[in-house]
């Protein structure tokens, strides 16, 4: 069993090929598609921090566009008003949004759960809008934030080519830290809580110090998905924010695959593309993202994941011993 399970290791580092192949894709696209295969990296790390805390732990919970909100304005704050170079505000960013999910899972250290914490999260997301709108001193209100795009480090970071170099190094290592994660002690909780948090806590595991672990690292990778998309777009507004965002996010989950991290990445990269092919059409857009999920997930419950699941095992989501 261990000869299979070590065989199947060593034919996932296939995957590395992925973003080896995506090296050359500046060179086969124009500005526009660019622009869209950028905001594909940003959403797959938006949809993998929601994925950890609603496919990993089980929890359903939708801060995930508040960390998201925290990250690019920590960033955009970090550039214009403490004068910080876009890449040293990266880890701003990612603090950032792991302090917004300290905050958003507190109420999980006094035993809230499930449809609680949901409402508590979304709360959490909403008084985060209303701050971005209100505190227009710090955030620029509902004007916005200007996001200074100049040359860090050499990088001409004004170029979305170099954007997406840039990006695909980040989503990358937090890709492969996220897999790290759920394959570690601690990510082995996550998902025992997931499956029983009774049973787990029966074991001397800490479930509640579990919990709020994993919304600090969903929020630490969807906080420096906000600081990416402020370079990207040159400035954040509160509407970006908003419940709107939230609905984009969670269906990219739940067509990808709940708490797959290949999920992720297939439900961010579909839910991004698909869309732009009907833009020309105004008012077609939504009926047609809408019927993409619907049909996604009548035919597939468990995700664009489970059908290449089907075809090889080195799809399948394991993170537990043999």
Known sequence: MQ???????????????VPLIALALPLLTNPYTQFIANAMLIYTLVTLGFSVVIGNLGQLAFANTAFFGIGAYASAIASTSLGLPWLATIPIAGLAGALGGFLASAAALRGIRLYYLAIVTLAFGELMRWFYTHAGALTGGTDGLPVPRGRDFGLALSSGTVQFYVFLAITCLLVAGTVNLLRSRIGRAIIAVRENEIATASLGIPT?????????????????????????TGRVFPESFGLTQLIVNFAMVLVGG?????????????????????????????????VIVMVVLLVMPKGLASLLARFSPIFQQRYHRD
């Open 3 to 17: 000869t299979a399970t070590g065989t199947l290791s060593k034919r996932r580092r296939i995957f590395w090929l």
């Open 258 to 290: 709940l708490g797959s991290v290949v999920g992720a990445v297939l439900g961010a990269v579909a839910l991004t593309a698909l869309p732009e092919y009907v833009r020309a059409f105004p008012g077609m857009e939504e009926i047609f993202f809408g």
């Open 208 to 232: 509640s110090q579990i919990i709020v672990t994993a919304f600090m690292w969903s929020g630490f990778i969807v906080g420096i998905a906000g600081a990416m998309f402020a370079l990207h």
